[in-house]
């Protein structure tokens, strides 16, 4: 299994970014796919969530109504909309692959620089 997440970069606060994860090895479309986030001196924590065919989403409280998650199963992949990005959301971002309640593959992460 391959994530390979991409799509981080610096910007400024107010800005947009969109993140890219895109999957290998596995049967897509069977996963539900998340995002999560690891600030410096921070745990790894739950950003959002879809569910295999994408109706339904999750998401943290810190980026509800900012951030927006969606999937393309005909190309293996899920993405991350994120916009009027603040500071506090500057972390390395890996995307995770979750089989019934497992996250069992992860992505190397990407990481997102937000100036104020």
């Known amino acids: 299994v391959q994530l390979q997440a991409s799509g981080g970069g610096l910007v400024q606060a107010g800005n947009s970014l969109r993140l890219s994860c895109a999957a290998s090895?596995?049967?897509?479309?069977?996963?539900?796919m998340g995002w999560f986030r690891q600030a410096p001196g921070k745990e790894r924590e739950f950003v959002s969530r879809i569910t295999r065919s994408g109706p339904f989403t999750s998401y943290a409280d810190s980026v509800k109504g900012r951030f927006t998650i969606s999937r393309d199963n005909a190309k293996n992949t899920v993405y991350l909309e994120m916009n009027s990005l603040k500071p506090e959301d500057t972390a390395v971002y890996y995307c995770?692959?979750?089989?019934?309640?497992?996250?069992?593959?992860w992505g190397q992460g990407t990481q997102v620089t937000v100036s104020s």
């Open positions: 995770a692959a979750q089989w019934g309640t497992n996250w069992i593959a």
């Open positions: 090895g596995i049967i897509f479309s069977n996963y539900h």
